[in-house]
């Protein structure tokens, strides 16, 4: 990276030298101070944040970070100088004008392709929407350098966050405040299975064992009565209880995954191996939407929708995925039903979160439609439940953001891998199951 800065910045010099001393016109030495200015300007700025960085990731994101500054910075020194000489050029010197311009040219395409194909490969923060965009802006004069200022914003900001949150984990390594007395079971929701490369929870877990927990998963079909999917974590506390010795689990619930432990706790005897149940915007009083699709929706559409996702399931793992029955335990009509056979137990400590969207167009898709469908049967909302329906337990928390953004369905478990201004996701597990550790749990 240095060596291409070096050899590039010598390229810029070249292309300007031959140019700047045969230019006639008298304005050059009135420029001079303001070239060298410029050009030590352009010299500092690839340096900055350059210092060591955490991984070898963020060390080449930041590069391309680096390279692209300099690719603008230069890019406008090289159009305004040009553009002045050419205005006072002599047509004996066009040759001149020529090399400078072709050496600059290549200099730019140098700095700009390496500038983006590192931000590209090594970003997590672009997205696939910024990338695209990127691409199809950057033959359109005026809306390149929009998108261009856009990439390096974000990408700058994403070197800088990711460093210091590897940076806080190191320092407080030894004291693995994430070390609960018991190990902490993840379960995911709804149409959703565990994948050992393409995480549910997204960042998460990583985070908190970088911390000291010890974490599973629940392994659990992907749709399935609540009573069924109940039954499949029952067996797979058992499970872990026996192999590890560990006595009890924490169970981190989200969405459906919530009503699932809470059936198998009040009713399929898992009490005695549960410390605790923390669910994540679970919908413990059902969703109306939910109801009023089931209502409207055709029998036949319906059955092929059901048939078709679990075909598809059944080839992905699942042994006997069930659609409509796990849509059926998510309406308000079911959870009131549900809600009465699972009362709460008072040896296990239970607390719940939830959030909200601030706009549709805040979420990721498919949030960002369902988000006012269900606002309108069900009031302010995650994208899929309204707020109403999360709280549960000794304790609820409600995370929002100041901004226009708020926080979804999808985002309180990092399942899109965004840094969310306002609210980290990551660190806010490691307070959580912290917590857990205080406790004693």
């Known amino acids: 990276m240095r060596y291409l800065i070096l050899i590039s910045q010598s390229m810029l010099l070249f292309a300007m030298a031959g140019p700047y001393w045969l230019w006639e016109n008298p304005i050059k030495f009135l420029l001079l101070p303001v070239m060298v200015v410029i050009f030590l300007v352009i010299n500092i700025l690839p340096t900055l944040g ?6 070898t990731r963020l060390g080449a994101c930041a590069g391309g970070v680096r390279l692209l500054i300099l690719f603008l910075s230069s890019s406008a020194l090289l159009a305004g100088f040009y553009t002045a000489w050419v205005l006072t050029l002599s047509d004996n010197h066009w040759q001149t004008w020529l090399i ?3 050496v600059a040219t290549v200099m730019e395409v140098v700095v700009f392709w390496n500038g983006i194909a590192r931000v590209y490969l090594t970003s997590v923060q672009l997205g696939v929407k910024t990338r695209i965009v990127g691409i199809l ?13 856009r990439i390096i914003r974000i990408t700058s900001r994403e070197v800088d966050f990711e460093s210091e949150k590897i940076r806080m984990n190191q320092a407080r390594h030894a004291q693995q405040i994430c070390r609960t007395r018991y190990p902490i079971l993840f379960v995911h929701g709804v149409f959703f299975r565990d994948f050992k490369h393409l995480n549910y929870w997204g960042r998460i877990p990583d985070e908190l064992i970088q911390n000291g927990a010890t974490v599973y998963y629940g392994r659990h079909q992907s749709a399935a009565s609540v009573e069924d999917s109940a039954a499949e974590l029952a067996d797979r506390i058992q499970c872990i209880v026996e192999q590890t010795g560990c006595e009890k689990v924490n169970i981190i619930a989200h969405s459906k995954g919530g009503l699932d432990c809470r059936w198998a706790i009040s009713c399929l005897g898992a009490a005695p191996y549960v410390a605790s149940v923390t669910t994540i915007n679970s919908p413990h009083r059902g969703c109306l939407f939910a109801e ?3 209502q409207k929706i055709p029998k036949s559409t319906l059955d092929f929708m059901a048939r078709s996702y679990n075909q598809t ?3 992905l793992g699942d042994k006997n995925p069930d659609f409509i029955a796990s849509v059926k335990d998510l309406t308000q009509s079911r959870c009131q039903q549900l809600n009465k056979q699972m009362p709460d137990q008072p040896n296990i400590y239970c607390q719940s979160v939830g959030s909200k969207l601030n706009r549709a167009i805040s979420g990721k898709f498919p949030l960002n439609i369902s988000y006012p469908m269900v606002k309108r049967f069900d009031g302010a909302n995650d994208g899929l439940v309204s707020i109403d ?11 929002s953001t100041d901004q226009n953004r708020g926080i979804s369905h999808g985002d309180v478990i990092d399942l899109y891998r965004e840094n969310i201004p306002g609210f980290d996701v990551r660190e806010f597990y490691v307070q959580m199951v912290s917590d857990l550790k205080v406790r004693g749990l």
């Open 313 to 315: 399931m059944k080839k």
């Open 100 to 102: 400078g311009a072709l």
């Open 292 to 294: 009023h699709l089931l």
């Open 137 to 149: 802006c950057g033959w359109i004069p005026l809306l390149n350098l929009w998108a261009l200022i």
């Open 389 to 399: 329906s999360f709280e549960w337990g000794q304790a609820y928390t409600f995370l």
């Open 50 to 55: 350059s210092r060591k960085l955490p991984t």
